[in-house]
């Protein structure tokens, strides 16, 4: 699904968030200490080699909703933007934490001249925030943004599967009123 507000094209997509070979940086769901970890940033970690690691542990550790920035190495990407979204029931207000992972990932975008940044569904996978919740904040938070955005000219949401994928364009459609 793709769809153009304020001249910033929101895309969602069915993929492998470290397959993005035409997106300037992707958005690492990280954990506090920036580490390869499991699921979106071990797949992050693999595919951009050794060297994100050494770039990260100055960077590290971060709290929720913080996001740093490093070379992507051998993804097909020039940027990693990593995020540490909140966990589920611990981090509180998890809400808006979630929501300023969206915005902290976004504002170094704008800082770096990024046009074309993939996100993952930050926060779904070992953290258990609830997708349908997720979603809603996700959307929200990155439509909210539009308007303060002047570099940023493409945000691509990357789900795992095809339920991520139908959670987040009814959100998107709802919250659009698309």
Do not use: W
Request: a neutral charge; glycine letters at 6%.
């Amino acid at each position: 699904m793709k769809m153009t507000i304020h001249n910033i094209t929101i895309e969602l997509v069915k993929g492998d968030i470290a397959s993005q070979n035409d997106m300037d940086a992707v958005v690492n769901a990280a954990n506090a200490n920036l580490k390869p970890g499991g699921g979106v940033a071990k797949a992050l970690h693999e595919k951009a080699g050794p060297n994100l690691e050494e770039a990260c542990k100055p960077l590290s550790p971060i709290k929720p909703g913080e996001a740093v920035i490093t070379k992507a190495f051998n993804l097909p990407n020039d940027y990693v933007i990593h995020v540490l979204g909140p966990v589920y029931g611990i981090n509180k207000p998890g809400d808006l934490l979630l929501r300023k992972s969206y915005d902290s990932a976004l504002d170094i975008a704008e800082k770096h001249a990024i046009s074309r940044v993939a996100f993952p569904a930050l926060s779904t996978g070992a953290f258990h925030y609830p997708l349908e919740d997720a979603a809603d904040v996700a959307i929200k938070a990155v439509t909210d943004k539009l308007c303060a955005l002047s570099s940023v000219k493409c945000i691509r949401f990357v789900l795992y599967d095809q339920k991520n994928f139908d959670i987040y364009t009814e959100a998107l459609k709802r919250i659009t009123k698309a």
